[in-house]
């Protein structure tokens, strides 16, 4: 699912952390090396057809990589 992430992400918090990233080996391979975390938060996204929902987002990220597959989780919360 497309969607856009409409202002900032909130009450992020750490779902794993090095080593307990399962994908760990998969995204150091397709975006190099670094300390990865899997992330979740909340924020509002705008979907293909310009509505706007609340909903919780799931990332990876690491320092000087940057915030990668951010997912969408479903169902949307509003």
Same mark, same amino acid.
């Given at each position: 699912?497309?969607? %856009? !992430? !409409?202002?900032?992400?909130? =009450?992020?918090?750490?779902?794993? !952390?090095?080593?307990?990233?399962? /994908?760990?080996?998969?995204? =150091?391979? *397709?975006?190099?090396?670094?300390?990865?975390?899997?992330?979740?938060?909340?924020? =509002? !996204?705008?979907?293909?057809?310009?509505?706007?929902?609340? /909903? %919780? *987002?799931?990332?990876? %990220?690491?320092?000087?990589?940057?915030?990668?597959?951010?997912? *969408?989780? *479903?169902?949307?919360?509003?």
């Amino acid at each position: 699912m497309d969607f %856009e !992430v !409409v202002g900032q992400i909130k =009450n992020v918090e750490a779902i794993a !952390v090095g080593r307990g990233v399962d /994908a760990r080996a998969r995204l =150091n391979k *397709l975006y190099g090396k670094g300390r990865w975390r899997k992330l979740k938060g909340f924020a =509002n !996204v705008r979907l293909p057809d310009d509505t706007i929902h609340k /909903a %919780e *987002l799931h990332w990876y %990220e690491a320092q000087g990589i940057g915030r990668r597959e951010l997912k *969408l989780k *479903l169902p949307l919360l509003d």
